[in-house]
């Protein structure tokens, strides 16, 4: 006798066959699934209850003041690298700090003057890792009276040591007359003696810029007067020079007899 097919029919099967047919049957929807849960012994899991208007308000509230909490303490974090950063400019600017060395002016000041009192040019000085750049003493100058005095004063003896180094440079005669290894003959080194005359006019210029007193003298209507003085060396001349050379002294010798 055949039995109805229905839902226990799988039952008929074999056992292994039974167990695939349950493993293998859809299981659909909630009531399914929590059936299935509850027959295992787990927990269903909860629904999350819905938060009140009142709640939701307060959850936003708390929200928006965690963050801007957050926020206010990016910003002062930014504010802060800020005002550190102007400060380190302000600092850089009035040349207390190179990099990361602190410029001690109360120590630098008095050797940069010192320097420049014995003929020392600032931008030499200032090449010298230890101190700042020219930029920056120049700053100190329109900032502190009192260092500004002091500069005007070095300047004034850097004028005196330069013209005095004129008159040093005139009177070192050596390398003016070198000897040929060849020939043995005494030739004079015109190279030496232009090099010399540029020093000391490099110089006279200089201290005439520095200091009013080696400035070139003025006319009673102010206009300026430039004394240009000649030298001649009479080693550098032929006979026939020579002879020019002498009755151009007598000419000029008889003027200026008349005119006295």
């Given at each position: 006798m055949t039995k109805n097919a229905g839902p226990d029919s799988h039952l008929d099967l074999p056992l292994e066959s039974a167990r695939m047919a349950r493993?293998?049957?859809?299981?659909?929807g909630r009531k399914a699934a929590g059936d299935n849960a509850t027959q295992s012994g787990e927990e269903k899991p909860k629904r999350r209850r819905r938060m009140t208007p009142e709640e939701k308000a307060a959850w936003r509230a708390e929200r928006d003041k965690a963050q801007a909490a957050e926020e206010s303490?990016?910003?002062?974090?930014?504010?802060?690298?800020g005002q550190a950063e102007g400060?380190?400019?302000?600092?850089?600017?009035q040349g207390m700090i190179h990099g990361h060395a602190l410029y001690n002016r109360d120590e630098l000041i008095p050797i940069i003057l010192d320097r420049m009192a014995n003929g020392e040019a600032l931008a030499n000085i200032c090449r010298e890792k230890q101190f700042p750049?020219?930029?920056?003493?120049?700053?100190?100058?329109?900032?502190?009276?009192?260092?500004?005095?002091?500069?005007?004063?070095?300047?004034?003896?850097m004028a005196d040591v330069l013209f005095d180094q004129c008159l040093a440079i005139a009177d070192d005669a050596a390398g003016d007359v070198i000897q040929n290894a060849q020939t043995g003959e005494t030739i004079v080194n015109h190279a030496n003696i232009a090099r010399a005359?540029?020093?000391?006019?490099?110089?006279?210029?200089?201290?005439?810029?520095?200091?009013?007193?080696?400035?070139?003298?003025?006319a009673a209507d102010g206009t300026p007067v430039t004394v240009n003085n000649v030298t001649i060396n009479a080693r550098d001349l032929d006979a026939d020079q020579r002879d020019k050379l002498r009755n151009l002294l007598l000419v000029a010798r008889a003027n200026a007899s008349g005119e006295g």
């Amino acid at each position: 006798m055949t039995k109805n097919a229905g839902p226990d029919s799988h039952l008929d099967l074999p056992l292994e066959s039974a167990r695939m047919a349950r493993e293998l049957t859809p299981r659909k929807g909630r009531k399914a699934a929590g059936d299935n849960a509850t027959q295992s012994g787990e927990e269903k899991p909860k629904r999350r209850r819905r938060m009140t208007p009142e709640e939701k308000a307060a959850w936003r509230a708390e929200r928006d003041k965690a963050q801007a909490a957050e926020e206010s303490l990016v910003w002062a974090d930014i504010r802060e690298r800020g005002q550190a950063e102007g400060r380190k400019g302000q600092l850089k600017r009035q040349g207390m700090i190179h990099g990361h060395a602190l410029y001690n002016r109360d120590e630098l000041i008095p050797i940069i003057l010192d320097r420049m009192a014995n003929g020392e040019a600032l931008a030499n000085i200032c090449r010298e890792k230890q101190f700042p750049p020219p930029s920056t003493v120049l700053f100190w100058l329109a900032k502190e009276p009192l260092f500004a005095e002091s500069y005007r004063h070095a300047r004034e003896s850097m004028a005196d040591v330069l013209f005095d180094q004129c008159l040093a440079i005139a009177d070192d005669a050596a390398g003016d007359v070198i000897q040929n290894a060849q020939t043995g003959e005494t030739i004079v080194n015109h190279a030496n003696i232009a090099r010399a005359k540029l020093r000391i006019e490099t110089r006279f210029r200089m201290a005439g810029k520095i200091s009013s007193k080696y400035a070139d003298k003025a006319a009673a209507d102010g206009t300026p007067v430039t004394v240009n003085n000649v030298t001649i060396n009479a080693r550098d001349l032929d006979a026939d020079q020579r002879d020019k050379l002498r009755n151009l002294l007598l000419v000029a010798r008889a003027n200026a007899s008349g005119e006295g």
